[in-house]
């Protein structure tokens, strides 16, 4: 039995494992293309003759537009990779912005989503999820999630309907898909717009179809951790022209257009904003887009290693994927009643032999003091305080003890299933594990184990 790294033995890996960054000789073609031309944006954020016929028309007519050397929908590279993202989904509108954070508030303003308005979203996230709510001055309602896929579980949804409720924002998290199914059923009952938060999850399918095209707008990040990456930025996609003139609008200072033909309802939410995607990240993304398939295959391969060699290790619960996932972390679920050794201690263990493990997010959405405190603009507690909103909702430990339990007690996250990493990285993966579980006795009764570093 091999000494543990923690207590002064050899680790298992010292090499860090690879970024999720994969580069190529595209990236470069298609960035000095961008730099040769000295286009860097070509967003005009004013009213020309064509602006309807510019807001209303599909990606894939956008990308040969040549009406102006400037236009509403942006440069020649923005437009090529709305296009393809468009033709790669299936979907009509792909626009492009500058994070899905942005595409979140996007999409949620698009939607006439405003103060006084309730969107129903799951307590298990990143907080963008939650505060791309918070934008439009809507409020968000946290739900529990299912535990068998950590995506929001539909019985309570239906729960927390109220006569406020406008929208549910369906997070697919880790890859897994939601039950697109029932969230229909539910939003189709109440007339709910859904709206797809895919940031961890592009390429996943539901039942046949990807997710993102499901609801009424889905949402992508690209973000440098991304299954692919453009650093920052972000995709949101749709086949309701209308939705898709607004996201396109409120991307690019959209109070610019309107003129006094327009109605009420054709105004609302036309806030200026700047989401705007420059060119030098479209370059990146066009390149990027072309690798997702091989960056998803290689997540898959990689998982379903790890699942295959870690299944029968006592103490843990390997994930069971449906048909269509790809997985974009790899969660196992950690049980201490049957192992007596506490959770800290066998990560700790774990990034001793050079395996960078966490226990998910740090806490739950709605245990961050912004929602706990109901502050986020000015000190009067807006927008829960607004008159319009009428109603006293609280956040607090406890709303959501499934999610709570998994994420306090269970949760074991290995990141770097992302391609060039392959099987003879997991293979050390699954090394350490079985190293750290063939000591178990030692780990139960050792001290306590302080936090190491370790390498991303």
Same mark, same amino acid.
């Given at each position: ?24 000789e ?34 894939v ?18 437009r ?27 999409? +949620?303003?698009?939607a ?12 298990m ?9 918070? +934008? ?32 549910? +924002? ?48 889905g ?18 996609i ?34 200026g904003?700047?989401?705007?995607m ?34 029968? +290790? ?44 966490g ?5 739950l ?12 603009y ?49 293979k ?7 190293k750290v ?18 390498k991303?």
């Amino acid at each position: 039995m091999s000494k543990l790294a923690i207590f002064g033995g050899v680790p298992v890996r010292e090499e860090p494992f690879k970024t999720s960054v994969v580069v190529d000789e595209r990236e470069w073609e298609y960035v000095k293309q961008i730099l040769e031309k000295r286009e860097f944006s070509r967003f005009m954020g004013s009213p020309s003759k064509d602006i309807e016929k510019q807001l209303t028309m599909s990606s894939v007519e956008a990308e040969s537009y040549e009406s102006q050397y400037f236009t509403f929908l942006g440069g020649k590279m923005v437009r090529r990779f709305e296009a393809e993202f468009a033709k790669k989904f299936g979907v009509p509108y792909a626009i492009s912005v500058n994070s899905a954070t942005s595409g979140l508030s996007a999409a +949620l303003g698009s939607a006439g989503i405003g103060p006084g308005d309730e969107v129903i979203t799951t307590c298990m996230s990143f907080n963008a999820t939650a505060t791309s709510i918070l +934008l439009f001055n809507s409020i968000p309602v946290f739900v529990d999630v299912d535990c068998k896929n950590y995506c929001l579980d539909p019985n309570e949804i239906e729960k927390a309907i109220t006569p406020k409720t406008k929208a549910i +924002l369906v997070v697919h998290l880790l890859g897994n898909a939601a039950d697109m199914d029932a969230i229909m059923k539910i939003a189709k009952r109440h007339n709910l717009i859904i709206i797809e938060d895919c940031a961890q999850s592009p390429g996943t399918k539901y039942k046949g179809n990807y997710v993102g095209t499901i609801g009424d707008i889905g949402v992508f990040s690209f973000q440098e951790t991304k299954n692919m990456t453009t650093g920052e930025g972000g995709m949101v996609i749709t086949k309701n022209p209308l939705l898709a003139k607004k996201i396109r609008l409120i991307r690019n200072h959209g109070e610019s257009i309107p003129d006094s033909s327009w109605d009420e309802d054709s105004l609302v939410n036309i806030v200026g904003m700047n989401f705007r995607m420059t060119e030098l990240t479209a370059a990146l993304g066009v390149a990027q887009l072309a690798k997702l398939d091989e960056n998803n295959r290689v997540r898959t391969e990689n998982t379903l290693f790890l699942v295959d060699k870690l299944k029968n +290790l006592s103490g843990v619960s390997v994930p069971v994927y449906k048909s269509g996932v790809v997985p974009h972390v790899f969660p196992l679920l950690y049980d201490n009643r049957v192992t007596g050794v506490g959770r800290q201690k066998i990560l700790a263990a774990l990034r001793a032999e050079g395996i960078p493990v966490g226990s998910g997010y740090l806490r739950l959405m709605y245990e961050n003091p912004l929602f706990l405190k109901k502050i986020a603009y000015g000190r009067e507690q807006c927008p829960w305080s607004c008159h319009l909103y009428n109603y006293k909702r609280e956040y607090k430990s406890g709303d959501c003890p499934i999610a709570e339990n998994i994420l306090r007690e269970k949760f074991i996250w290995f990141y770097h299933i992302n391609r060039p990493n392959g099987i003879d990285e997991m293979k050390d993966v699954v090394s350490a594990f079985e190293k750290v579980f063939e000591n178990i006795e030692f780990l139960r009764r050792s001290a306590i184990v302080a936090e190491v570093g370790y390498k991303w």
